[in-house]
């Protein structure tokens, strides 16, 4: 203290727009985000009740919003397929007809150069019980029979053209089951993203009216426990060590200390998956007039990044780009 007042005065480097941009700590860029898109079948996109703004994307109305990602500049986007037909292992989603690998023909045609298009590798989306992987005779989720399936899911996921799979199963051994696959093929340059510590969230509501999700129970067998931080690590690790290229925290506002976790020790990109849940409840308290939308969307976003993602998958990524 000087004559009574402070000597450091944190405030200085607040006092103006100019100042504040120019000691950012962490930065925004429209290449930090990817845009989740559905696609079904049909000729009419559907707009979702619990996610204002998000649509089931056609074949044909999803080229315009890629293309209009792509003059966004964001990353990338990562595709879900919804299919009018499911069986019990998900025959749909190693059809080379089955509406996600044509997406995938469709997006990446469209805006491949562009941007990386990205896919959803996992059963849940195809099965008739709504599982992420096929099940034994006592209904359970069979682990290695599910790998099986992964690898074909990689391999037809390849040659419709994705540059970089998301392993969402949570099975245990998919990343290096997938790496092999792929290699094996002659497809070593198809990038693999492990949703390492993908937790059993509440926050996954609306994500199962976008997919029409057949799930009866739950998916705590194999998704990891909200209660769990250093199981979010230890998966990272297992994935790196597997071969992932990037690894994923999901949900993202919630899970900021596993994400922080894993960002301080990853020797690879780490990702953060802004969830449906968290997407509907910023609309739902904006439409109310409680929160300031635009700004609490940026914050949401930044905070992530700051927690240490290298990229967010946000459904605001197309408008969050435009006003960056």
């Known amino acids: 203290m000087t004559s009574g007042f402070p000597v450091v005065r944190a405030r200085r480097l ?166 092999d696959a792929l290699d094996v093929a002659n497809r070593s340059e198809v990038a693999v993203l492990a949703y390492s510590a993908k937790y059993a969230s509440a926050y996954y509501g609306p994500f199962r009216e976008a997919v029409e999700s057949t799930l009866t129970g739950n998916r705590r067998s194999y998704q990891l426990d909200p209660a769990n931080r250093r199981e979010g690590l230890r998966e990272a690790q297992l994935d790196v060590a597997e071969g992932a290229d990037v690894v994923m925290v999901k949900p993202a506002g919630s899970y900021l200390d596993v994400l922080a976790d894993v960002a301080a020790w990853s020797p690879v990109p780490v990702w953060a998956y802004q969830v449906s849940g968290e997407y509907a409840m910023i609309e739902a308290a904006a439409a109310n007039g409680w929160i300031d939308r635009d700004r609490a969307i940026l914050e949401s976003v930044l905070s992530i990044r700051r927690a240490g993602a290298d990229t967010v998958l946000t459904y605001w990524a197309t408008e969050l780009a435009a006003a960056l």
């Open 14 to 179: 607040r006092a103006t727009p100019a100042l504040r941009r120019q000691v950012a700590e962490t930065r925004l860029h429209p290449a930090d985000l990817v845009l989740p898109l559905f696609v079904r079948e049909g000729s009419e996109p559907r707009p979702l009740n619990s996610m204002p703004g998000v649509v089931q994307h056609t074949l044909d109305s999803v080229r315009g919003v890629v293309a209009e990602a792509a003059a966004a500049g964001i990353g990338g986007v990562m595709l879900f397929g919804v299919p009018e037909h499911r069986d019990a292992t998900g025959t749909g989603a190693t059809d080379v007809d089955g509406i996600l690998n044509r997406a995938t023909r469709a997006v990446a045609s469209e805006v491949g150069d562009a941007l990386v298009v990205q896919t959803d590798l996992c059963l849940d989306e195809f099965t008739d019980h709504g599982h992420c992987g096929v099940l034994d005779a006592d209904g359970r989720v069979d682990n290695d029979a599910t790998l099986l399936r992964y690898r074909d899911m990689a391999l037809a996921q390849a040659d419709a053209g994705s540059a970089l799979l998301g392993l969402s199963g949570m099975m245990d051994g998919q990343v290096a089951a997938v790496r």
